[in-house]
DNA sequence: CAGTCTACCGACCGATCGGTAGACTGTCAA
DNA sequence: TTGACAGTCTACCGATCGGTCGGTAGACTG
């Protein structure tokens, strides 16, 4: 019985520390929390990842992996940038649905990063921004896109999403249901115009993934 | 010597509060850290904000009413909704040089405020989004700006900054100090053509705070 | 069948957590 | 002068923290 999943509980425990530390936090997770998310002992747990930082450390990593993936995956498959952008916007709109503890563990490492101080080892999400970047950078360079500059264009366009998504909860408990919804049905819509304007030179009304709405 | 200061102490642990907030979040700030950053004995902080959760809710407090403040300000001064927006984008862009931690506090609040739920309280920050809103909606009713969703656009304007902000120790430590001194030096220049572009019909080309550079 | 390995466990460790109790101080109003 | 009181302190509490320790069960290897 044990030897038909060799690393199961290692596995299981990366996904239960995915959700519980994008719901509390790493200071607000306890590797107790953690343990009995499974139902193993604590010190299973301390078995397979010797401190909790190494646990944490291996969740970033296969976020950082997939995500890096589905990035490259996208550029494999669509040759023209502008199509590359628009895919990376259904990319992003698709997993804060799918994948919802993403988000906050992105957020939560941004904001912890600093006084964490993993330094010494690179970080997960390098290739991930670099891949991000080099789509807009390559797009510039076929005189698709604006000469925005590529990495502020990438913050701002993660910012402009993932802000939004992690706000939903709050606004949803403090607005009017009816704006909520609103916001959850315009989400994509208005990133996704976004990325047009911002981007997109003016002529060239390309492939409409998306018609201009106004 | 006592008396000159009757509040001092409260006042200052409202301080340092925020800062330690900000800098490792509310689970990983202690209320001893806390005291000790003011040298007083535990104990005296718990006499003037009895838990760790009401002194976070000072912080809070004190922190939404200023930026409620502040926005209102704009709103008093300009009359011209245009003009309130790029003073919007200025107050962002100055208070996270001046006032580093608010970002930081503001991101966690978005992140915990889920599972911490204070429901039944009114959120200390629905004044301040409400009053942008409003000076959106405000824009569009005079025709000024486009009919974008205001939830949507104060949601990813907010993002777009804040997002980069907390992002900027990350690139500085992973990534070329030049990109990081370019991103420094643009992105308040980006902000205001992402609001141009974003939000400002084509004709009018409103007083030029920032020429268009494509 | 001895040796080795992985997975897992309960008991325990020192440290730290948020919070309480009670004593002492100085100030101020009656 | 006295009593109330705000502010501060030391000492302490039970709970929980991350992590260690010694040991068990079972599977695989020679």
């Excluded at 060799?6 to 994008?22: H, K, M, Q, Y």
């Excluded at 998310?37 to 909790?52: C, E, F, R």
């Excluded at 304007?197 to 018609?211: C, F, P, Q, S, V």
């Amino acid at each position: 019985m044990k030897l038909q999943k060799p690393t199961a509980t290692a596995d299981r425990l990366v996904d239960i520390a995915e959700s519980l530390f994008a719901e509390k936090g790493f200071y607000g997770t306890s590797i107790r929390d953690l343990a009995d998310g499974i139902g193993i002992a604590k010190s299973s747990l301390l078995h397979h990842y010797p401190t909790k930082q190494k646990l944490y450390g291996a969740v970033l990593k296969k976020l950082a992996n997939e995500m890096t993936l589905e990035v490259k995956g996208i550029s494999e498959r669509f040759a023209d940038e502008k199509e590359q952008i628009f895919q990376l916007v259904q990319l992003l709109c698709d997993n804060s649905e799918k994948k919802p503890n993403r988000v906050n563990i992105i957020l939560r490492e941004l904001l912890d990063n600093p006084k964490r101080a993993e330094k010494a080892k690179k970080w997960f999400f390098v290739d991930y921004f670099k891949e991000l970047t080099g789509m807009i950078k390559s797009g510039q360079d076929k005189g698709l896109f604006k000469p925005v500059n590529p990495e502020i264009f990438i913050l701002q366009l993660l910012g402009a999403h993932r802000y939004l998504i992690i706000s939903l909860p709050t606004v949803r408990q403090f607005f009017d249901e009816s704006i909520y919804q609103q916001i959850l049905k315009n989400h994509r819509a208005e990133l996704e115009t976004f990325v047009k304007e911002r981007l997109m030179k003016e002529k060239g009304d390309h492939n409409g993934i998306y018609r201009n709405s106004v």
